[in-house]
């Protein structure tokens, strides 16, 4: 059969000429088709015979013509694109998702306070994590032998130093290194010997604020503290100072928050009305000496937020643990939906 010759013929070319070449011993001036009707004694053949043979005649070449040019479409780009496109798009098919990530909420929050305290005229300063013991606790005024080392258990590291185990160290650097007045915050990863809890963590975040200059009071840090949560809470907000020991702060003071939930009635997030939230007081003179201040001209005062704190309450989460889940499912769910 001619149809079955000219397919498997097709079905070998490899190159656009090798299907002209095909093309033409088919259908060409000579080509088998053709020569069809010429071999053919049309006067030999009743009127019926004549009409069948034309009929078949002109079938047979519209199937080569059609079976040639799909070969030729194969080598067109147009062809080869067209089928590629019907290979590769099945709208059938479910799509599939591509995850983007999300900031994780601490960095968030972080983020956040930076926005806020740099509009205050706060720098944000980087800070390394591994600290000397003398930045860690000698130069805000924990000697060795004071009790407030009992109250940090620590990692050190087997060149004596230690993981922080809180940003408080960076108060004396900074001094050293800019002097008075300064305004700045070091928000960071902090690290204590603590087993885990949904409430504790060995792992956590902090930002330390340090602000000296001539004649900074407590009106100064209070000012401060309550624009700082009345941006993070988006609300006015009110706090209240209970004292507060803490060696590197004279008078040293806890901060709270009147609870957000309850507005101070009391309630199961707060007890009594009231969050304790950021330890804070007035720059121990000793600690403006380490940095290379005079306490007669200056002072300053001081605070350590816990971020990871901050973030739990203002995101509603009740267990620490997750923080440090790698979990991604936890951190979408407080990405902002750009
Ligand atoms: N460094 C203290 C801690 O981690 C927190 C702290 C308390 C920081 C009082 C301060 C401060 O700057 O004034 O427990």
Not at 82 to 99: A, E, F, M, N, Y
Not at 232 to 260: A, Q, S, T
Request: aromatic share 10%.
């Amino acid at each position: 059969m001619i149809q079955d010759e000219l397919l498997t013929e097709l079905a070998q070319v490899k190159t656009p000429d090798e299907a002209e070449q095909v093309r033409i011993k088919y259908l060409g001036r000579k080509g088998i088709i053709t020569n069809l009707a010429k071999e053919t004694d049309f006067s030999q053949l009743s009127p019926e015979e004549k009409k069948n043979f034309g009929r078949e005649l002109n079938q047979l070449k519209n199937f080569a013509t059609e079976k040639i040019q799909e070969t030729v479409n194969r080598f067109s780009v147009h062809g080869s694109e067209k089928t590629q496109i019907h290979r590769l798009l099945d709208l059938t098919v479910p799509g599939s998702s591509c995850s983007l990530g999300a900031l994780h909420p601490i960095s968030m929050v972080q983020m956040e306070l930076e926005e806020i305290f740099e509009g205050m005229g706060f720098t944000v300063l980087d800070s390394p994590e591994a600290e000397t013991e003398f930045n860690n606790f000698e130069s805000i005024n924990i000697p060795s032998d004071h009790p407030a080392r009992d109250m940090q258990d620590t990692f050190w590291l087997q060149n004596e130093m230690v993981l922080r185990t809180h940003t408080s160290s960076n108060q004396v650097r900074a001094l050293k290194r800019f002097g008075a007045p300064f305004r700045g915050i070091f928000p960071g990863r902090c690290f204590r010997y603590e087993s885990i809890d949904p409430s504790h963590e060995n792992t956590f975040y902090q930002c330390e604020g340090l602000m000296v200059d001539r004649h900074i009071s407590v009106a100064h840090l209070i000012g401060v503290m309550k624009t700082l949560l009345s941006e993070v809470f988006r609300r006015d907000v009110k706090v209240r100072l209970r004292p507060g020991f803490f060696p590197f702060v004279e008078p040293g003071f806890e901060l709270d928050l009147n609870c957000l939930f309850c507005g101070g009635s009391g309630c199961s997030t707060c007890g009594d009305g009231w969050i304790e939230l950021i330890p804070c007081g007035l720059t121990h003179p000793k600690v403006l000496e380490f940095g290379g201040i005079d306490p007669n001209e200056f002072s300053g005062f001081a605070f350590g937020l816990g971020l990871t704190r901050l973030a739990m309450m203002k995101y509603g989460i009740r267990d620490i643990r997750y923080f440090n889940s790698g979990d991604v499912r936890f951190y979408e769910q407080f990405a902002p939906i750009i």
